[in-house]
């Protein structure tokens, strides 16, 4: 079991206190969720205990309250993307490191991957679970706009505690994590209430509804992960599938199931935990078949060589625009397959971009 979170504050462009809490020690990984979560901050037990108990070993876990929302300042005059992205900037700065990772989950993705384009020096790495580069009615498709339009006009009703509002929550929760039990529900549902109003709910969805990041996804060059439920009733597989296809070198993996945030009771949970530590921390990253290997070096050269072979590159364009020879360029691509172990150029780019060995464009 992780250590209790430590909670600090931290101020974002315009003056608003946000609330940070983190766990665990190693590099820091940033949990961006923008509104959503069924947790409070000081006390997760529903949707991010398990995240917690498997990355604190080995990362430094990252949560925050986003403006409007727990404790973070309440009242608030700006819910819109800018102001959201203002907002991450300022708790990556309060981490006082040189580049952190990011993990994006539901809304919170399109939040990531925006940042992570605009700020490529300060995010190493990119995680994304269960979200999207276009917002609901940016799909072109009628059937998601009218469910858009229905959502918005329920939301309000289900965030602010009234007599009904319990109707609605269960409404939304059930579709959240369809395979919960009633217990699980009802404890996601009880951290909802009083975590922010109904109105502040309805200013979130809009916004997260109108966005669309297609073009800073496809800016992206940091090495990045996506998952998605095949069954996600919040947001469809297909888009979680696009959003992988916009972002270059994007490693995409389905999970099995329909929790729109995975459940520490899932069964594809410990296969999609293993995928998530395995990328945060690639140089832990080793096989439970499989005896520790020597860890894997290649010469600045051959990695420089092996990230435009990734691109697609030939010997020959590779040659010239590092102004080597071809017979050279082969040279450098054998000693880098030799040192990761691989047969095939492919399965050379392929590891040694799990690994974290490839140069940053």
């Given at each position: 079991?992780?250590?209790?979170?430590?909670?600090?504050?931290?101020?974002?462009?315009?003056?608003?206190?946000?609330?940070?809490?983190?766990?665990?020690?190693?590099?820091?990984?940033?949990?961006?969720?923008?509104?959503?979560?069924?947790?409070?901050?000081?006390?997760?037990?529903?949707?991010?205990?398990?995240?917690?108990?498997?990355?604190?070993?080995?990362?430094?876990?990252?949560?925050?309250?986003?403006?409007?929302?727990?404790?973070?300042?309440?009242?608030?005059?700006?819910?819109?993307?800018?102001?959201?992205?203002?907002?991450?900037?300022?708790?990556?700065?309060?981490?006082?490191?040189?580049?952190?990772?990011?993990?994006?989950?539901?809304?919170?993705?399109?939040?990531?991957?925006?940042?992570?384009?605009?700020?490529?020096?300060?995010?190493?790495?990119?995680?994304?679970?269960?979200?999207?580069?276009?917002?609901?009615?940016?799909?072109?498709?009628?059937?998601?706009?009218?469910?858009?339009?229905?959502?918005?006009?329920?939301?309000?009703?289900?965030?602010?505690?009234?007599?009904?509002?319990?109707?609605?929550?269960?409404?939304?929760?059930?579709?959240?994590?369809?395979?919960?039990?009633?217990?699980?529900?009802?404890?996601?549902?009880?951290?909802?209430?009083?975590?922010?109003?109904?109105?502040?709910?309805?200013?979130?969805?809009?916004?997260?509804?109108?966005?669309?990041?297609?073009?800073?996804?496809?800016?992206?060059?940091?090495?990045?992960?996506?998952?998605?439920?095949?069954?996600?009733?919040?947001?469809?597989f297909d888009e979680g599938r696009r959003l992988a296809a916009?972002?270059?070198?994007?490693?995409?993996?389905?999970?099995?199931?329909?929790?729109?945030?995975?459940?520490?009771?899932?069964?594809?949970?410990?296969?999609?935990?293993?995928?998530?530590?395995?990328?945060?921390?690639?140089?832990?990253?080793?096989?439970?078949?499989?005896?520790?290997?020597?860890?894997?070096?290649?010469?600045?050269?051959?990695?420089?060589?092996?990230?435009?072979?990734?691109?697609?590159?030939?010997?020959?364009?590779?040659?010239?625009?590092?102004?080597?020879?071809?017979?050279?360029?082969?040279?450098?691509?054998?000693?880098?397959?030799?040192?990761?172990?691989?047969?095939?150029?492919?399965?050379?780019?392929?590891?040694?971009?799990?690994?974290?060995?490839?140069?940053?464009?």
């Open positions: 079991m992780p250590e209790r979170a430590s909670i600090n504050f931290c101020t974002s462009r315009d003056g608003t206190r946000l609330a940070v809490a983190s766990v665990g020690d190693g590099p820091p990984v940033v949990v961006v969720t923008l509104h959503e979560g069924g947790d409070k901050l000081d006390a997760p037990t529903f949707a991010s205990r398990h995240l917690e108990q498997a990355f604190a070993e080995h990362v430094r876990h990252v949560r925050y309250d986003a403006r409007g929302c727990g404790m973070s300042d309440r009242e608030v005059h700006r819910l819109d993307f800018e102001a959201f992205e203002e907002d991450l900037d300022a708790v990556v700065s309060a981490l006082g490191t040189d580049s952190v990772m990011l993990f994006g989950v539901s809304h919170g993705g399109s939040l990531a991957v925006r940042y992570a384009a605009s700020h490529p020096d300060r995010i190493s790495r990119v995680m994304l679970y269960g979200t999207y580069a276009r917002g609901r009615r940016r799909r072109q498709d009628m059937a998601q706009a009218k469910e858009a339009q229905a959502i918005l006009d329920a939301i309000e009703v289900a965030f602010d505690d009234l007599p009904y509002s319990a109707t609605f929550r269960r409404a939304f929760s059930s579709q959240y994590w369809p395979s919960a039990t009633p217990a699980q529900l009802d404890i996601a549902e009880s951290f909802n209430v009083g975590r922010m109003t109904g109105e502040v709910a309805a200013a979130y969805t809009v916004a997260c509804f109108d966005i669309d990041v297609s073009d800073q996804a496809a800016q992206l060059r940091c090495p990045v992960l996506v998952l998605h439920a095949r069954g996600d009733r919040i947001v469809p916009l972002i270059p070198g994007a490693r995409f993996v389905p999970i099995e199931g329909a929790s729109h945030v995975p459940l520490e009771t899932d069964a594809a949970w410990p296969l999609a935990a293993k995928e998530m530590v395995a990328f945060l921390r690639p140089d832990l990253a080793v096989s439970a078949s499989q005896p520790r290997q020597r860890a894997v070096a290649l010469t600045s050269r051959q990695a420089q060589v092996l990230r435009l072979v990734s691109k697609g590159q030939t010997d020959k364009q590779i040659a010239r625009a590092l102004s080597l020879s071809p017979r050279t360029v082969e040279m450098h691509v054998a000693a880098a397959m030799k040192a990761l172990g691989s047969r095939t150029r492919a399965e050379a780019t392929h590891l040694a971009s799990q690994q974290g060995l490839l140069p940053l464009d």
